[in-house]
């Protein structure tokens, strides 16, 4: 190439400051901008009445599969660890801090076809789980594939997991086993549960010609499991469990979410009214940033915590003497990247409430109705 048919580093020098700084503007400028989503209409996913399975429940483990569920039920700390994976999965789509979106109704279509992928990436990571030979995983030297759906029983099985001579060098080696995940925002809910799919597990319909029963393909010649083997599932932790990690502005009274999205200029504002809104549970880092919409969100809690204290509002973190107070205030207990926010008054020793004392003074959680008294200054100790 001519010299003249190019350029040079060396010609940039000048330039090249004022390019990256405008491209930093513009950046900024799209991440900091303010984006308001409606509340959904629509459920998140189905649950047929077949599908309804309950907690707590006694069920029959097939021998193949106890490896499966040994390995996930009796690991330390493996079921907070599962629940959290699918919570992560969500909210890394919905991407709050740059797009505002709070809600599975907010995605695309594109989006949400991807969840299925992204629940499977965020358990082989949190589990650190080997690559299969032919399907997702590898434990214990045995094969197993990640099923997710937003509707329960709603999983999509393709040929190669089971075998069916009908399908030629399509059919699987074997019936393989499955991990079925599904998890439902609106209700906090979320499932997981073990199966061997067999060709006769699958869904069938009625053909209309001659009133047989065929297999029921979609489009991609994938089968979902037939509804009369919801009890054949083994269901992890003994079924449907009710505490996905919660989801405080899909789950916001309107009025009380309409008031904390009200400050469309102010960040700052946002956040200081969220923990107005939200106290006594556990607000996450995640939640913090779709409020602000900024890239510095945490530092909004700083602010919030010097804002609200003339009102009374305890901002508590993971940090100092926060947890003792969370504590003593029978406060659930923030952990890194959480908070708690809490409204407190000055109360006598003859006052039952939980208590933390502060020079000399007892302050307890406030009721409704008890005047508003500036909160204290924790101390760092």
């Known amino acids: ?34 984006r308001s989503h409606p509340a959904p209409t629509k459920p998140m996913g189905r649950v047929p009445s077949a599908w309804c399975i309950g907690s707590g429940m006694q069920q029959l483990l097939e021998p193949e599969l ?8 009796f690991g330390e700390d493996n079921r907070d660890r599962f629940r959290w994976a699918l919570r992560d999965s969500l909210d890394e789509l919905l991407d709050g801090q740059r797009t505002g979106r709070w809600a ?26 080997a690559n299969g030979m032919d399907l997702d995983w590898s434990v214990d030297g045995r094969d197993i594939d990640c099923k997710f759906s937003k509707d329960m029983g709603g999983w999509e099985i393709p040929m190669e997991m089971y075998l069916c001579s009908d ?71 003994g079924g449907r469990q009710t505490d996905l990690p ?28 969220l923990f107005r809104e939200v106290q006594g549970q556990l607000v996450g ?12 969100a945490p530092k909004r809690v700083r602010d919030a915590r010097i804002k609200l204290r003339p009102e009374g509002i305890l901002i508590l973190g993971h940090q100092e003497s926060h947890p003792h107070a969370a504590r003593g205030l029978g406060l659930p207990v923030p952990v890194k990247g959480e908070w708690v926010a809490v409204r407190v008054v000055p109360v006598s020793e003859a006052d039952t409430r939980s208590f933390i004392e502060l020079d000399g003074e007892r302050w307890a959680r406030a009721q409704p109705g008890e005047p508003v008294v500036a909160a204290p200054a924790l101390p760092k100790r």
């Open 1 to 34: 190439m001519a010299p003249d048919a190019g350029f040079y580093f060396d010609d940039l020098d000048e330039d090249t400051p004022s390019i990256q700084d405008s491209r930093a503007r513009a950046i900024r400028r799209r991440r900091n901008v303010f």
């Open 66 to 73: 106890a490896p499966f569920a040994n390995w996930l039920e």
């Open 104 to 129: 599975y109704q907010h995605l695309s279509k594109t989006e949400k076809t991807y969840l299925g992928t992204a629940v499977e990436v965020n358990l082989t990571k949190e589990f650190e789980i």
């Open 167 to 237: 399908h030629g060098d399509r059919q699987g080696q074997a019936d393989q086993p499955a991990l079925l995940t599904w998890m439902n925002d609106d209700s906090s809910e979320w499932a997981a549960g073990l199966i061997t799919i067999t060709d006769e597990r699958l869904r069938r319909r009625a053909k209309l010609v001659d009133g047989r029963r065929v297999r029921a393909y979609n489009r991609d010649n994938k089968r979902q499991l037939s509804d009369t083997v919801a009890g054949e599932v083994y269901w992890l932790w």
């Open 246 to 273: 919660r989801n405080h502005l899909l789950h916001l009274a309107p009025d009380a979410r309409s008031r904390v999205f009200s400050f469309a200029k102010s960040g700052q504002k946002r956040v200081d009214q």
């Open 285 to 296: 880092r995640r939640t913090i940033l779709t409020v602000a919409q900024q890239d510095d």
